[in-house]
Nanobody
Framework: QAQLVESGGGLVQAGGSLTLSCAAS????????MGWYRQAPGKQRELVAR???????NYADSVKGRFTISRDNVKNMVYLQMNSLKPEDTAVYYC???????????????WGQGTQVTVSS
């Protein structure tokens, strides 16, 4: 089982920026789609942004134009550049990866432990 480790969370004022990083390590044949999800207190976990291995992206409507997802397939990393942050972006952000561990074409859903992002007004 691979490990996903997020970093880059923290406290920022509204209008500020943060960049989240997620590194995958372990015995991995191929990482397919990667994404960022978030969960605010009392709310369900929601998709923020997703990127395929071929760099096709999709975003939640609430972050379009403010957040940018990218990845490095050599380093097995995914990033989330967050600009113009709002208090409603406050949440725990989780990295997700669809990992083919053995080269069989079967993806396994893998999650990081989460990193807190707090945006003050």
């Amino acid at each position: 089982q691979a490990q996903l480790v997020e970093s880059g969370g923290g406290l920022v004022q509204a209008g500020g920026s943060l960049t989240l990083s997620c590194a995958a390590s372990g015995s991995i044949f191929r990482i397919n789609a990667m994404g960022w999800y978030r969960q605010a207190p009392g709310k369900q976990r929601e998709l923020v942004a997703r990127i395929t291995r071929g760099a096709n992206t999709n975003y939640a409507d609430s972050v379009k134009g403010r957040f940018t997802i990218s990845r490095d397939n050599v380093k097995n990393m995914v990033y989330l550049q967050m600009n113009s942050l709002k208090p409603e972006d406050t949440a725990v952000y989780y990295c997700n990866a669809q990992i083919d561990y053995l080269g069989t074409g079967r993806n396994r859903d893998t999650w990081g432990q989460g990193t807190q992002v707090t945006v003050s007004s």
